[in-house]
Every structure is written in C-alpha cells, then in structure tokens.
C-alpha cells in the first residue's frame, strides 16, 4: 500500500467514527439539498441544462488548442500578460518573479483551487511574501495551518467555538458567539489588508476564449476587492477553464450556483478582461494570467475519462457522496476531494499512489446524476480501478481465480465440501471481524449470512423423494 | 522571467485530441446547434413589463435585496435623501451618471467621486456609494455594472451600502439579454463587468447566512418608472 493509502485508511477510519464530525456535516450539508432542491424547481428543465452546459465544456475541451490561443490572443489584445506553465513549479517561479520584479511585499488573494493544487501559497511565503486568504473559509482554514475541507465550503467542519478559539490565539480578537460577529472580525482585518496589499492573486471559474474575459464567482465580494485594489494582479487558470462563446455563461452561472450552493446566481460574477484600460479610474495597473497545464494534458489524452475536465467545481458531486459524508474532506490528502478528486488526482499525481481513492466508492451514482456537467463520475471510478489492476497487477488474484475455477468445474468435490462449510459456519460467525479471523478484511466491517440449512439441490432431492 | 511552455502545451493538446472523446452526455439531449438555445431550460422568464418587474423584486426579496419603485426621477432624490437620513449617511461615493446625478447633488453631503482619480483611503471611509448600472436581470435578480455605467470598479464593492439607481427600461430578462446589451454599449464587453445579485454574503461558518462578508452589507435598488 501506498504511504498515501495508508494515510487514507487510518483517517477515514478515525473520522468514520466520529460522530460530532458527522452531525456537523449532515446539518451544514441538509440546508445545502433543501435550498438545491428548491432552486433545481425553477428550471424549465434541469435534464437539458445540464446537457446544454455539458455540451459547452464539451465543445471547449475537445477544441482546446484552438480556444486557448484566442483566449490567449484576446487577454493580450488589452494589455493581458499570458504565460503558460507547464507544471506547479513553473507556475509558481513566474508569478514569484513576477512580485520580485515589482518590488512586492504583501499579498491578498481570493480563492483559488488551481493555487491550493500547485501549493501556490507556500510557495510564496518561501519566497518571503506575505500571502493572506481573503476568502472567509479559507482565510480560517490558512490561521489554522489546515487545507481546504472542501472544494466550495472550506470550513465547513469548524463550529464557531473552533473558530472563535482560532481567532481569538492567531488574530488576538475578543471571544464572539456568533457567525456575525466573527464574520466581522475577519472583515475588519481583511479591510486592512486589501488596502495595504501591493499585489492580488485570484482563480477563474471560467474563461472566455470568444471575447478574453476571466470569469470569477463568489459570494463575499473578496474575489472583487482583492482584483481591483492593488496595481499588480495575478490570475491563475487552469486549462480546462476554458469556455468557447460569452452566452456560454449565462448557462453556467446559474447553474455553477444552483449546484453549488442552491443559489439562483452567486451574489457577485465578475468578467475581468484586461488591467486598467484608458478612461478608467481604478483596477490594477498589471495583469497576469497564468494558463497551468499540470497534467491536465494527460487527462485529456484518456478520451474514457476526458470529459472529468469539464469540471466547474461546484462541490455537488462531494455534497450527495456517502464516502464524502462519512470521512469527510480531509481524510482525502488531496487538493479535489469527494468523487471528482478520486477520479482526477490518480491522472494530476499518479494511479499508483492514489488508485485506492477509487475503490472507496459505493459506486451509487449519486455524483454522476447530480453532476451539472454530465461527468461520468462513477464509471470512471470503475475505469480506474481497471487501469490500475491492468498495469500493475496483484500477484494472488490469477492462482485464486484459477483455483476457484478449478473447484466449481468438479460437482465432486463441490458436492464434498459444501457441508464443511456449513459446518464451519457458527466458528466463523463467532470470530467474525476479530484478527484470528482469516476472512476478517472483509468481514471486519461486512455481515456474515448464516448459511441456510440445506443446498438447493438437497432441497431438490428431498423434494422429490416425498412425492 | 522564465520561459513560456506554451509550444510545450499546445504540442500536449494536440496530441491527446488526436483521439476523439464519446459524447455521452448529447444522448437524448435537443439543445445544439439546430435545437433549442440553452437558456430555454432556465427558470422562465415572462414577456410583459409589469411581470418582469414582479419577478425582479421577488429575486431581490430573497437575496436581501431592497427594491424601492420610484415614479419619476425626482421620487428617486426624495428616496435617496431619506435613505441618507434613516441610515445617517456622512459621507458616499459615487460618479456622474444621468439618472442619479441631481439626486446625489441634492443630498449636499461630501462626495468621492470615483469617475475622475481618488483615493481609494477616502472611499473607504464613506457610508455608502451611489452608482448606475448597465442593466437589471429579472432572471436572477442581478444586476449588470462595467466600470463606464458605474463608477469603476471598487465603488460598487468598497462601501457598505450600495445604492444603484436603474430605470424599468434597463430591466432584461435573463444573462444572454445582458451580453447583448453589453456588446450593444460597448462594442465588445469591456475590461470589467459585474454582476451583482444582492449584497455580499457568507456562509463559511456553520453555513450560516451572514451579510456584508466583505463587501456591502445593505444593497438597495431605486427602480425608476420610464
């Protein structure tokens, strides 16, 4: 097993059992499909949305040479510097000199998952600069020195007395007792920050190759702030981002919110398509945007699961998962938890070390029936237990099939040792789970039927003789 | 500055497009480019004015949004002064823009204006901003701002109560109406475009509502009858 599968099991287990854990998550997510389920309502037809907002990615994703160098040309045409990075570190050295060049010192950045998968942050801060989160749930999450819990809600598995102890040690603040108070707490240190930040740094939810806009989402308006305060922004866009038409959005902007968080829109949509142009006041005086392949190439070279880039990272497929309810986000030691990360991180960090992410599935469906993008989620789960059997496979399971085979083609000896088994059956039923149990690894956590009393062709035979 | 990988990338892409994808997700699906236009499937929009309208303040209710419906333009001032009074107004920023610029005048309170340079220190000190907008979207109950039709691109995020004043005949249906406009107004859709649908919010703790995360805590809606 694999250092991360190892990770994987102990934390999954620890956080299974924990019940205070769970209730949080069941509250946070049981308001989550009511305010879902109401918005979903007022579609004319929810099934052909999503076909339509599928389609778009669709055609974006398999023209994707093509959309990128207009997006590219289209950012350039108002004064945009593109750069494409081949990978995290390439990435992260640019937007590092981009600040050394410009003399910066503090930055203020909104969320960004593409900046959480290159460790973007601490590359950063290795490099002597200040980064703060100016997302709420991230920037909780980065005084508390963990990871995002989840794609859309960072800090989903804190209560306010968690956070409320956190502010309290890393910001110096009075206690609070409400979700209020502590938003403006954060609110006013944050006030502070974008006016003293000499550089931004954002993600994208979308770019639009057709007129070179960048298209961010948020709700706190910290993505806005933190775009058009300081002279110096940065953008980090992962390739995939890319959308061919501007009404492409009008799709999926609703539907990035209905799925996301059950809204009609999130409360500010933002289209940056250049630095300050002539005739404006305000907005910064340079703008970057990082195109970041990271593997996603290698995605797309797998034409069964290319349609995982249609991603627009809502958060619904983690929100229905049994797993992703039940071990919660960080058991996942990924940057994309719940089905799509279990899909994606094997091809973005390698099948080998993350292929155990798709054998924790129920295979239930419910991520790729709620995916606004049509992603076949769980068949691609199966397709990478697949690959992963077929390129390494494990030694035992030929000789154990092949003995099996062996057995059930000789009625003799089937005949022999079915009533062993059922003698064997109350032993086993009183070990069940426990380690003298040579079937306790599936056992352990899996009922054991009691075999029934006769065999079907006993019954048969019986039958028959009473007549 | 190291160096750009964008042959590298583009070399990569090709490559795997070689192969083509399986269109799963088009089975028994009638949007493309003979069916319907995508936005068919969203929530309907109705055709009258009036109805518009309704759907309008029903969104801006449940996003916390305040519509006040003014007559004429000099309903619009008299609104503004007594939002100034109930919420003791100080200070506001706004910017020149034909349906506000006598309303803002007659409050005589000290103003940034953000359409000529400023000081971002001092916009953040006053106690709301003042502002146009390109369009309203029934749909969503959202409003559409470019740095021409409101002052920027802080004005309408900075102050902790925004006031934008719009007229029933900017109201639109839904966003591919408002891209329509946008190209109308501008040719192609500028540097900066907005949309705001009510005001600021989180949910980050315990996925409970709070308004006013960063941005405005109050969003107010002068719809002025034309």
Redesign the interface.
Known sequence: MSTESVQFHRDADRLTHDLRHRA?IQ??LG??YIKRDEQKK?????Q?????????K?EA?????TY??EL?DKLAA?GTKV????DGA?AA??IA?VAR?AGVKRIIKSKSMTGEEIHLPQALEKAGLEVVE????EF?VQLRGEPPYHIV????H???GE?DATFQKKLGSAHADT??E???I??NV??QKY?EADMGISGANFAVAE?G?ISITE????A??S???PDLLVTIVG?EKVVPK??????L??MLATAG?G???????????????P?????PREFHVV?L?NRR?AL??D??Q??ALHCIRCGACLNVCPIFKNIGGHSYGTTYQGPIGSVITPHLRGLQSWKHLSFSSSLCGACAETCP??I?LHHHLLQNRRNAIEQKPVWWEKPIFAGFAWFMRRPGLYRFAAPMLRLAAPVLHAIRGQDIDPLSLWTRTRDLPVPPSQSFKEYWRDRNAKR | ??N???E???R??????A????????V?????PSG?P???????VPASEAERIALFEK?SL??KTEVRRCSDAAAAASELAALARENNWKSIGSHRFALGNEAVSALGLPVVF?????E??SL?RCDAAVSGCDCLVA????IMVT??SA????LS??APHHVVVASTSQLLG???DA?AV?RKHHG?????????????????????L?L?????KKLTVLLVQA
């Open positions: 949080l509250k946070a308001g989550y007022k579609y004319t037809d929810w052909q949305a999503r076909a339509s907002a599928a389609a778009a669709y994703v398999n023209h994707l040479d990128l160098i590219s108002r750069f494409w990075a081949a390439e050295d640019y000199s060049g100016s997302d709420l749930g909780i809600f960072p800090s989903m804190l209560t306010r956070i979700p209020e502590l938003t403006m954060a609110r944050m006030r006016c007129t806009h709700n706190e308006g910290n806005r702030l775009t058009s305060l390739i501007l009404d492409d959005l009008a799709v902007l609703p968080a809204q009609n829109m999130t409360c500010y949509n933002t289209l940056l398509g250049g630095p300050r142009q005739g404006e006041t305000d907005g195109l392949d190439t797309l070279a034409p069964e290319r349609d993008v049509k076949d | 500055m190291p750009d990988s964008r590298l990338i583009l990569r892409i090709r490559k795997a497009l192969v083509t994808a399986p269109a799963r997700h088009l028994g699906a009638v949007t493309g319907h995508p936005q068919d499937w969203l929530p309907p969104n449940d996003l953000t359409d000529q340079p400023y971002t220190a953040e749909q969503t109950g959202g740095s021409a002052g920027g691109r802080v995020v900075l839904d966003l591919a891209f946008l192609s859709p500028p540097a900066f475009v907005s949309f705001i649908t009510g005001p600021s919010r989180t949910g980050d703790i315990e996925r409970i709070v006013g995360a960063h941005g405005p």
